[in-house]
C-alpha cells in the first residue's frame, strides 16, 4: 500500500514537489500576459490619432458617411469635398492602405478597421486616460487607378463589439457583458444606429468603471486584437487544460514529458502499406512520405526543409491522409502565404471542402456559415469510383520499383560493390573514358576475393609503371606475354641500341662519303642508299 500510495502521489506532482495544475495554472497566467498587452501600447484601449495613420470621419460629408455605414462604397471624393481636406486624406488612406497590407503580407492579420464610437473612463492606474473604440467594423482601401488619385471605401465584415474592451471590463473591473445583446441594439430602429448600444454600455458601467463615457467618433485606422481570442481560450479551458499532457509537458510537468516520448513502433517502411490505405493526394518522395508515415505511427515530429523542397506539399499530404483516416486537424502558420500555399494546393485536387478557413477571424459569420453548408453539401454529392484495378496496378509497380532499387544498391561478391557503385565510378571518369575490355559470364565467375586483390594490385602497379599510355609506345602491339620474353626482347634493344646501330651507322656512313651520296640523316633512309 505505501509503494502504490507513492506511485499515486508522484503521478500528480512534478519531481520537485510542486502540483501540475499548479504548474499548468502558472504558465497560463504567463502565456496570457505574454499574449495581449493591456497597457498604455494597446491602441484598442489608448487610441490616439496619429499624424498620418489614422483617419477621422467626424468631419465627412454626413449623406456620404451614412451610406458608408450602411455597407455602400463611398470613394473619398464623396466623403470630403474640399480640395484641401481630399488631399490630406488621400495622403491618409494611402498610409493606412499601405500599413494594412504590410501586416497582412507579414503577419496574416487583417488591421484596416473603422472605429465607431469612443469610450473613457479614469484610469484607476493612474497613466494614460483610456480612449478604447466600442465598434470595430472590417473596412477595405481600394485605390482609383495606378496614380490613386482617389481611395473607394467600402465596410466588409460584421459589426464587433471591441473585444479588447470587453476583456478588460472582465479582467480589471470584474464587468462581464453579453457582446450578442448589445450588439442587437444596432438595428433596433430598422437601421445602423449605435445611439441605444452607447446607452446600455454606459449603464452596465456605471457603478464599477468610474467617469465611464461613450462619444459618437468614426475613425479609420489599424487596430489589431489577433491574439486575444487566444488569451479568452486560455482563460476559459482550464480544467482541458489541466488534463492535457502536452500542455502539461509544457509548463514543465516532467510526468507529462516522459508520458510524451514515443512509444509506438517506427513509421511504416514508405514501399510497404497498401494503396488501399494510402492517402495521397500529391506527388511524394521517400523522405515526404516517410513524414506522413511517421505522424501516423503516434510520433511528434519536426520536418524542416529549406525553400522548395516540398514541406506545403508535405502537409497538404498530411492533411488529406489525416482526414481520411477520421482526424482533425488544425494548421497554424505565421503568415498567410504559408496557408494559401497548401489550401491552394487541397483545393486544385478538389478537397478544397475540407478545409475551414479561420486565419482572418470568424467575425464574417455569414461567411462562416456559407463555407459550412457548401461544405456538407459537396461531400453529400461524393461517388468514389472503384479504385482496385488502379490499386492492383500500383502496388505491382512499387514492388517491381522496389525490386530493382534492391538489386541496383546490393553489393556484388567478389568487389564488395554495388551496380549502382560501379555505374557511378564509369561516370566518375568522364565522358571520353572507352572500355575495351570486359569480363563476362565463366571469365567473371572465377575471380574470387584473393584473384580480385590481386587484380587490384597489379592493374595499380600497370599504371604506376604508365601502362595507360601503352598505346602510344614503340611497344604497342609487340607479341611478349612472359618475363621472358620480355628479358629477350630487352637485351636485343639493347644490343641494338649499344652496338648494332652505332656499327651501323659508322659503316655506312664510310660507304656514301666514298661513293659521293649524301649522308642519311634517318634509319628510314638508310635503305635506299644501300641499293
Known sequence: MSDGAATLQ??????????????????????RAQLIDLGGRNTLLYYRDLKVGTLDLGTADPVALAALLEGRTVALRQLYRDREAHAQALKRARTIRNKARELAEERGIETCFLAIGMATWVNPKGGATPAAPVLLRSAALTSRGAAQHDFDLS???????????????????????????????????????????????????????????VAPRHVLGTFSYAKLPMVLDLGTAADVLDDHDVIAAIAGDRVAQESLRPTSGAPADVDEPDPAGEYLVLDADSSQQLAVNAVLAGHHAVVKGPPGTGKSQTIANLIATLVAHGRRVLFVAEKRAAITAVTDRLARRGLGHLVMDVHDGTSTRRRIATEL??????????????????????????????????????????????????????????????????????????????????????????VELGGTSVGRSPWAGADIRTPEQAQTAFLAAERLCWTTLPEARTRLDRATAETGLPPAARVADWGPRVA
Open 155 to 213: 465596410l466588409t465584415g460584421d459589426v464587433e463589439l471591441n473585444p479588447t474592451l470587453l476583456h478588460l471590463m472582465s479582467t480589471d473591473f470584474d464587468l462581464a457583458l453579453d457582446a450578442d445583446q448589445l450588439e442587437e441594439l444596432l438595428d433596433q430602429r430598422g437601421s445602423f444606429d449605435p445611439a441605444p448600444l452607447y446607452e446600455r454600455l454606459a449603464k452596465e458601467a456605471a457603478g464599477r468603471v468610474r467617469g465611464f463615457t
Open 373 to 462: 453548408r457548401a461544405a456538407f453539401d459537396h461531400a453529400s454529392r461524393i461517388a468514389l469510383p472503384d479504385l482496385t484495378e488502379l490499386h492492383e496496378r500500383l502496388a505491382d509497380r512499387r514492388r517491381r520499383l522496389s525490386e530493382y532499387a534492391r538489386a541496383l544498391h546490393e553489393e556484388r561478391r567478389p568487389w564488395g560493390i554495388s551496380v549502382y557503385a560501379a555505374r557511378s565510378a564509369l561516370v566518375g571518369l568522364g565522358a571520353g573514358a572507352r572500355i575495351r575490355y570486359r569480363l563476362r559470364g565463366a571469365a567473371l565467375s572465377i575471380v574470387d576475393d584473393v584473384t580480385a586483390r590481386r587484380v587490384r594490385e597489379l592493374l595499380r602497379e600497370f
Open 10 to 31: 508522484y503521478v500528480g506532482q512534478d519531481v520537485d514537489g510542486t502540483p501540475r495544475q499548479a504548474l499548468v495554472r502558472e504558465a497560463v497566467r504567463h502565456w
